[in-house]
């Protein structure tokens, strides 16, 4: 493992710290204030205003007068005007988020030309908005004629209304684009609740709008908020019609349990514990180094395969690769283009992980790699690329999402069947990753309940596919045809065949 420092920042941010309501670059009306701090050096970047409960319900109150009032819901065309202008804004403006993620977000610079950043920059805002003319917003159903009566028939797709999107802090820009594309290209308007621990990647978002954009007042609402008091209005003010929600399955439980009072659609992305299958024929020479890819961002990514089942024969050659692959990782600041694994975003995940370390080699788990700090740093929110093997399927490191630097292993026997047992035996499904050949590949991934997969390094990543997943990893799907339906209601309409004023479309 290779360790490096963070060095001292030379980019000038020009960060936006003000909250954006109704039209307005504001700051939050207490004047709080909330500290940004650089996971990498502990230091304090900045500041962003901190928003109330009053910041919040003038938020709310703007997305559903911005709604009701004006003809966002309505107006394709100018949506789709806007949503490319927006598009446009933010190639511009793409440096100076790269910046700010690496600085707030500690996440190596190598990570935003990939998904941090370039990935759902080029196309989140930019398919949604041509989809608005591709979508079959209406059709009709074939005629019929009960009581004798001749009639007609209409489906009509139709906005949700305001959405709630809470975004975290490991993706910042990414979650934030692939939710606001389909929620703004459907008509609906929006009130975004950002990390608090990541506010810049957001706020800037405010500033782009309100700039840079035709986006009427009210449609884009943005307000980063400490107060739980304050969020909670958001899950239970009956003006709000639909929480997206990305984060904890612990919290997506609460948020689903507070919204069903007011009947809120949910769409809701939460927790992963993928696994990393390699079959008995793939070439172990790229199957087995593979097991890196549980390092992007510090292992903090909800779709993450950070469980590795190998077949018992491979075993040991299994932990060799990934102890040795790890343990070669570089480790440190993330503005290096060296450095593959950079800080946890905070001291308080840095202690969570290492707890789950503990735990493993507690429950007879044996740590081939890392399991600590790396050595020669004393600033950052650190832990060493781990490896965890001798994992069986009972112990929490196997069953439990950890959100950091750590991968473990376990044997499986049975052949595919085996493989298949092992990884669907977890509360979660939200992706996973096989390595073997083709047609043993493919039979294994249809069986793996998961809402996404991934198969010998292909990739199903994009903003035309759905993304979410089965069991506790959420309820609905996000981007894709699925994703742009699920922030739409369903209208069925009937009149009479002789009725002059309706035609069919």
Known sequence: MTASAPAPSSVDFDPETRLYIDGQLRPASTGAVAENVNPASEEVLGMCADAGKQDMEEAIAAARRAFDTTEWATDHAFRQHCLMQLHDALQQEKERMRAELVAEVGCPVSSTYIAQLDWPLADSISWPARYISEFAWERDLPDAALMGVPNRRKVLKEPVGVVAAITPWNFPVEIIVNKLGPILATGNTVVLKPAVETPWSALRWGRIIAEQTDIPAGVVNIVVASDNSAVQLL??????????????????????????????????????????????????????????????????????????????????????????????????????????????????????????????????????????????????????????????????????????????I?????????AVALANDSAYGLSGAVMGSPERAMAVARRVRTGTFNINGGLFYGADAPFGGYKMSGVGRQNGHEGFEQHLQTKSIGFPASDPCVSRK
């Open 235 to 408: 899950v239970t003010d009956p003006r709000v019609d639909m929480v997206s929600f990305t984060g904890s399955t612990a919290v997506g439980q609460l948020i689903r349990r507070m919204s069903a009072e007011t009947m809120k659609r949910n769409l809701l992305e939460l927790g992963g514990k993928s696994a990393y299958i390699v079959l008995d024929d793939a070439d172990l020479d790229i199957a087995l180094p593979g097991c890196v890819g549980a390092l992007i961002h510090s292992g903090q990514g909800c779709a993450l395969a950070t469980r590795m089942l190998v077949p018992r024969q491979h075993y040991e050659q299994a932990v060799e690769v990934a102890t040795s692959t790890f343990s070669a990782v570089g480790v440190g600041d993330p503005g290096n283009p060296a450095t593959f694994c950079g800080p946890l975003v905070s001291a308080r995940q840095r202690d969570r992980v290492l707890g789950y370390i503990e735990a493993a080699a507690e429950q007879g788990g044996r740590v081939t790699a890392g399991g600590g700090a790396p050595t020669g740093l004393d600033r950052g929110y650190l832990v060493a690329p781990t490896v965890i093997a001798d994992v069986e399927p009972g112990h929490r490191i196997f069953q439990e999402e950890v959100f950091g630097p750590v991968l473990s």
């Open 410 to 418: 376990t044997a499986y026997e049975g052949g595919d069947d085996g």
